[in-house]
């Protein structure tokens, strides 16, 4: 019998809980898809059809964490009246909300994060753009009001929110002051500032007068003497280097007899790379 979206979506929030709770209690490398399946009333090879890996099952946590918190804060009422402070504010707080029954497996993930970070937020998760949308609309509707300036680079501000958003996570995790008050006045302070730079149209400022520089330094930087070249071995080097420790060692060719002098190795044609 083929299964209708509800029954997929609520087999999906069983094994994503199933998870949070043995990955709490046992930890990340101590659950395997068979426990998690196992508890979830699924079988073993049914789990795969929602989550390849363990890593896909902790990101669908996240997932629906920032997807509920997103929900809520659009349902807040009033929401169109505040202002773009109050409206980040309130997706901060929303998050946090949503994540405080699992605090203890939200550590975990973090751990997981800073072990693998690639693999746990390389993925295109769905809530990163519903998120990425919402901020870009927030954004919109404080310039169309004029609460801010009108800001050129929407899209990357409503990307990096989401990096924001892992680093108030970190620092509420960390946080052992009465009901977070620290997390909560760090929100505050952060983003009272990038507000206050929008309304005053400095973030654009400052792109502008970066991009000048680095404009008006580019040709001086790429002219012969600059140091480019120095930049670039030592750079070389560096890669080289780490490379180098992870790969094993060639065995070395015999040293030839004197009867057979050593033949000078052929060289391949060098061609001269463009300069990025």
């Known amino acids: 019998m083929k299964t209708t979206r509800q029954q997929q979506d609520a087999t999906r929030r069983q094994i994503v809980a199933s998870a949070v709770d043995l990955m709490t209690r046992q930890g990340f490398d101590g659950t395997t898809m068979k426990d998690i399946a196992r508890a979830a009333g699924i079988g073993d090879a049914t ?19 920032v997807r509920g918190a997103l929900e809520d804060t659009l349902a807040t009422p009033g929401l169109a009246d505040y202002g773009l402070q109050e409206k980040l504010q309130r997706l901060a707080d929303a998050l946090l909300e949503r994540l405080l029954p ?6 975990e993930v973090m751990a997981l994060a800073r072990r693998s970070p690639l693999s746990m937020w390389a993925e295109p998760l769905a809530s990163r753009q519903a998120l990425r949308e919402a901020v870009a609309d927030f954004l919109t509707a404080a310039e169309d009001s004029g609460e801010i300036e009108p800001c050129d680079f929407k899209g990357v501000a409503s990307g990096l929110f989401g990096d924001y958003l ?13 009901e977070f008050a620290e997390t909560t006045q760090l929100v505050d302070l952060s983003l009272g500032v990038l507000v206050t730079a929008l309304r005053a149209g400095l973030v654009n400022r400052m792109l502008q007068l970066g991009g000048f520089v680095l404009r008006s330094q580019m040709a001086r930087f790429m002219q012969h003497g600059s140091g480019l070249i120095g930049v670039l071995r ?7 280097d780490g490379a180098a420790a992870g790969r094993p060692r060639r065995p070395q060719a015999p040293e030839p007899t004197p009867a057979e002098p050593k033949a000078k190795a052929a060289r391949k044609p060098r061609t001269r790379k463009a300069a990025p």
């Open 102 to 107: 699992d605090r203890e497996f939200v550590a």
């Open 234 to 240: 030592m750079a070389k080097a560096s890669l080289g």
């Open 47 to 65: 789990i795969y059809k929602y989550f390849p890996t363990k890593d896909r099952v902790v990101l669908g946590f996240v997932d629906e964490a």
């Open 166 to 178: 892992a680093g108030v996570v970190a620092y509420w995790l960390a946080d052992t002051s009465d």
